[in-house]
């Protein structure tokens, strides 16, 4: 894979955290099943996932799609861990 050939990761070995996240039926694609599938094929084991569909708790996320172009700033965290 792209991730073991540039920094010798171990797919077995890397942990996959899914963010709250669009979801049908406020969606057409299933994001998460999509990169849970992914993942999966490539070898990764350990996947969590939020279940959490941001446009169904608007008190707590933003959804451009849902709220119709309103929007708010949300951060994603990326970590490469010397093991």
Known sequence: TRMAQCFG??????IVQLSPCIRPPHYEIDFA???VEQCRVQGVEEIHDSGV?????LNAYYSYRAEKG??????????????
């Open 9 to 14: 990761s171990d797919p077995a070995k890397l």
């Open 33 to 35: 099943e999509k990169i």
């Open 53 to 57: 569909c941001t446009a169904c708790n």
């Open 70 to 83: 309103r929007t708010g700033r949300m951060l994603a965290l990326l970590a490469l861990a010397n093991t």
